[in-house]
């Protein structure tokens, strides 16, 4: 059965992947409430999503990624007369590798963001979610979680925690009726890839999102996108140790 989304909360608003996902559930003629940092970024995403046809925008400007607050964020979001059928955590850093390895704070930057905050978010998610006996919840990983690689591993490693929390969510999850989908995008075009050096099968936000989209619909429990990505990320992760850690990967 295909499922259509009426409600939806995100979680990271500004991200350029979840930017294409809210253009594609416009079709839909979905409510939207939108959090992320940068309120003038919001504001300029809600008048757009107007146009192309959402029922309604809403936006609140806060941090996700401060623990503390998040409890907060979502009471103003999700009151107690609303049900979200359609939960987006889309929201994360990257830094570059060797900055990483030199600079501590930045690995712990890292963990923080991708990781922990996301977890504990989607924990009060979870809780909503169970509160009204339904919903969806969809986490953007990355396949970078796939293996650690040389050039990335505190990124990945990072990633790789976030997926392994979204499997057991997952579990624990359906047999409530509450559906958890982790999203693995490989190299996708938007400001966040923008200091990697393109490769094959950089695709742009639009192409990620139809899959992303797809996926929630059919109640997918991992999509990767574009789908190719599964195929190279299971050639990968099946290289033998004493020969991947010799490729410059």
Not at 8 to 22: E, H, K, N, R
Not at 175 to 194: L, Q, S, Y
Not at 239 to 246: A, C, Q, R, S, T
Request: aromatic share 8%; net charge positive; hydrophobic share 45%.
């Amino acid at each position: 059965m295909t499922v259509k989304f009426q409600n939806v909360l995100v979680l990271g608003a500004t991200s350029g992947i979840c930017q294409a996902v809210l253009q594609t559930l416009c079709a839909d003629q979905c409510a939207f409430t939108l959090i992320a940092r940068h309120e003038t970024k919001l504001q300029s995403i809600a008048a757009d999503l107007k146009v192309r046809g959402a029922k309604k925008v809403e936006v609140i400007a806060g941090d996700l990624s401060a623990v503390d607050g998040q409890a907060a964020l979502i009471d103003r979001a999700w009151p107690k007369s609303q049900a979200f059928d359609l939960a987006i955590v889309a929201y994360g850093i990257m830094f570059e590798q060797v900055d990483c390895q030199s600079q501590s704070a930045l690995t712990v930057q890292t963990m923080n963001v991708n990781a922990i905050s996301r977890m504990t978010l989607c924990e009060i998610l979870a809780s909503r979610f169970l509160e009204q006996k339904r919903g969806t919840l969809i986490g953007i990983s990355s396949v970078a979680g796939d293996r650690g690689r040389q050039s990335n591993y505190i990124y990945a490693a990072s990633k790789a925690a976030f997926s392994a929390y979204l499997s057991g969510l997952r579990a624990r999850l359906c047999k409530e009726g509450i559906h958890v989908m982790t999203v693995k995008p490989g190299i996708i075009d938007t400001p966040m890839t923008a200091h990697i050096q393109k490769r094959p099968f950089v695709v742009p936000p639009s192409i990620a999102a139809k899959y992303i989209v797809s996926g929630a619909r059919s109640k997918r429990d991992v999509v990767y996108t574009p789908p190719i990505w599964g195929w190279i990320m299971l050639v990968i992760k099946h290289i033998p140790e004493f020969l991947f850690k010799k490729t410059k990967m």
